[in-house]
């Protein structure tokens, strides 16, 4: 079982919409779950972070966890063409010195 | 510096030659990973860097890559006789583990575009 998995892309969404990934991590013992984007020639940035069950949002942005699923997710409301990118779920491994484990990552597209 | 700063940004090497990329993480981050990534893939995962604790090198794909890190500050990676499927951008991030099994984020350098003819 990997790691971090999140769900496969490419996810494409007309505008306005909300886009919805998904993300799953083995490590029971992770604490910490962080949301990147990433545009294309570009280096991963955070959007969002989350370390307790429920949701929280910034902006357009909602990241929601589960720690007992083992499950945490990131709702894109409005979508706009902007949104378009890689988005990348990481996990932090406490049984692995806190390494942060990356998921392969989901591709939006954003349709005008 | 203001965040993690790579060089060079851009290298051209021939087949065979050894490369060294260097990375200078935020100053007080005491975690540094290195990865890879090739055109239109994920991160690849090569190397972190922890603190004292031994580095977890489970992601270099061959004997040729090593990296090092002096005095928990500014990290180097090489790659000895290099393929061209060595091509890729090698990223850096550094982060500040955080309080006990928190952690808070990882920040990205721009990376290296490597290009071995």
């Known amino acids: 079982q990997k790691e971090v998995e999140q769900n496969s892309g490419p996810l494409s969404v007309p505008e306005g919409a909300i886009a919805s990934l998904n993300c799953t991590y083995s490590?029971?013992?992770?604490?910490?779950f962080f949301w990147y984007r990433q545009y294309s020639g570009k280096s991963p940035e955070l959007i969002m972070s989350?370390?307790?069950?429920g949701d929280k949002e910034d902006g357009r942005f909602t990241a929601q966890l589960n720690k007992a699923s083992q499950y945490v997710s990131l709702l894109i409301r409005d979508s706009q063409p902007s949104d378009s990118a890689t988005y990348l779920c990481?996990?932090?491994?406490?049984?692995?010195?806190?390494?942060?484990?990356f998921g392969a990552g989901t591709t939006v597209t954003v349709r005008a | 510096g203001a965040g993690v700063s790579q060089s060079p940004s851009n290298k051209v090497t021939e087949k065979g030659k050894d490369v060294e990329l260097r990375c200078d993480p935020i100053?007080?981050?005491?975690?540094l990973y290195w990865y890879r990534q090739s055109l239109g893939q994920g991160l690849e995962f090569l190397i972190y860097?922890?603190?004292?604790?031994?580095?977890?090198k489970s992601g270099l794909p061959s004997d040729r890559f090593s990296a090092e890190r002096t005095g928990g500050s500014v990290s180097t990676l090489t790659i000895q006789r290099t393929q061209q499927e060595d091509s890729a951008v090698y990223l850096c991030?550094?982060?500040?583990?955080?309080?006990?099994?928190?952690?808070?984020?990882?920040?990205f350098g721009q990376g290296t575009r490597l290009t071995v003819v």
């Open positions: 989350i370390y307790s069950n």
């Open positions: 100053s007080g981050h005491t975690a």
């Open positions: 990481a996990v932090n491994l406490p049984s692995y010195d806190y390494k942060l484990s």
């Open positions: 490590d029971r013992v992770s604490q910490s």
């Open positions: 860097f922890q603190g004292n604790s031994a580095p977890d």
């Open positions: 991030a550094s982060s500040w583990p955080g309080q006990g099994i928190m952690n808070t984020e990882a920040f």
